[in-house]
């Protein structure tokens, strides 16, 4: 059974940083397809980065290039989501999510997380 489980969220001020972390159980990180999704307070869920299992890219949304790095330790089966300078409206749920190939279609992810919570407030 495949498990994602993250965390690493919450209560930061504005500029600050964190460290989301998603542990995977029943699948290998280093060949299945990992993204971070995330979900402002009434908006949609849209993809904020991916690492390809198949070669292990990794992509990222075009507007948050720069102050998001995703990565990846597969002797952890782990991925991570590093955020820096936080702005408010990077307020959200963040999700972990697990498929075979990286796609913005949230339809074509197999498994999720339950998310962690990042609230910028200061």
């Known amino acids: 059974q495949v498990q994602l489980v993250e965390s690493g969220g919450g209560l930061v001020r504005p500029g600050g940083s964190l460290r989301l972390s998603c542990v995977a159980s029943g699948l290998g990180v280093d060949y299945t397809s990992m993204a971070w999704f995330r979900q402002a307070p009434g908006k949609e869920r849209e993809g904020v980065s991916c690492i390809s299992g198949t070669n292990g890219d990794t992509h990222y949304a075009e507007s948050l290039k720069g102050r998001f790095t995703m990565s990846r330790d597969n002797a952890k089966n782990t991925v991570a989501l590093q955020i820096s300078s936080l702005r408010p409206e990077d307020t959200g749920v963040y999700y972990c999510?697990?498929?075979?190939?990286?796609?913005?279609?949230?339809?074509?992810?197999?498994?999720w997380g339950q998310g962690t919570q990042v609230t910028v407030s200061s």
């Open positions: 999510a697990a498929a075979e190939m990286c796609s913005p279609v949230l339809e074509k992810w197999d498994y």
